[in-house]
T-cell receptor, first 110, second 114 residues
Framework: EDKVVQSPLSLVVHEGDTVTLNCSYEVTNFRSLLWYKQEKKAPTFLFML????IEKKSGRLSSILDKKELFSILNITATQTGDSAVYLCAVATNDYKLSFGAGTTVTVRA | NAGVTQTPKFQVLKTGQSMTLQCAQDMNHEYMSWYRQDPGMGLRLIHYSVGAGITDQGEVPNGYNVSRSTTEDFPLRLLSAAPSQTSVYFC?????????????FGSGTRLTVV
């Protein structure tokens, strides 16, 4: 059975802090790893990672994948209150099915 | 483009009632899926489809039926609603193939079974 584990489950930081979210996985027929942000409604797409060691960056967010050790991290630098959300990690298999982790709830305090 | 459209947004059912959650996408995506989201459990796959006429079960299919008669539509049927089906339901679609990006999600349906 495919498994995706995220840590920590939740964290509280102050504006300006840097956060690092972790995602480890065990799946068969790995295709890609995806990060989503969810703010009380539908998940919105952040990154898709398919190759090891290549950092993807979007503004203050960045992510990297290690296919040998089977994990990914999502970094958020200079956090803002608008970064408060649940961050979901998902792994897609070759048949395009997604397996999600339970999510990490990030709360950024002003 | 409307993207992925789900209806209704909210629904309250009595135990034993049946209903259909609608999902439509206008992006000509091959792949469509239904997920349910419960507190602390992330999203779990109910059913998915790799094209019109082709469906398969996901992780939690019991109590749900799907069909895919067209590329655009992927309705989810609850046969006899139970309180355990109280959840938020998301439909998602993806183009598939080389260079495809992550699934696009609909805005969700919040279902309460009493």
């Amino acid at each position: 059975e495919d498994k995706v584990v995220q840590s920590p489950l939740s964290l509280v930081v102050h504006e300006g802090d840097t956060v690092t979210l972790n995602c480890s996985y065990e799946v068969t027929n790995f295709r890609s790893l995806l990060w989503y942000k969810q703010e009380k409604k539908a998940p919105t797409f952040l990154f898709m990672l398919t190759s090891s060691g290549i950092e993807k960056k979007s503004g203050r967010l960045s992510s990297i994948l290690d296919k040998k050790e089977l994990f990914s991290i999502l970094n958020i630098t200079a956090t803002q209150t608008g970064d408060s959300a649940v961050y979901l990690c998902a792994v897609a298999t070759n048949d395009y099915k997604l397996s999600f982790g339970a999510g990490t709830t990030v709360t950024v305090r002003a | 483009n409307a993207g992925v459209t789900q209806t209704p947004k909210f629904q309250v059912l009595k135990t034993g009632q049946s209903m259909t959650l609608q999902c439509a996408q206008d992006m000509n995506h091959e792949y469509m899926s239904w997920y349910r989201q419960d507190p602390g459990m992330g999203l779990r796959l109910i059913h998915y489809s790799v094209g019109a006429g082709i469906t398969d079960q996901g992780e939690v299919p019991n109590g749900y039926n799907v069909s895919r008669s067209t590329t655009e539509d992927f309705p989810l049927r609850l046969l006899s609603a139970a309180p355990s089906q109280t959840s938020v339901y998301f439909c998602a679609s993806q183009r598939g193939g080389q260079g495809s990006y992550g699934y696009t999600f609909g805005s969700g349906t919040r279902l309460t079974v009493v």
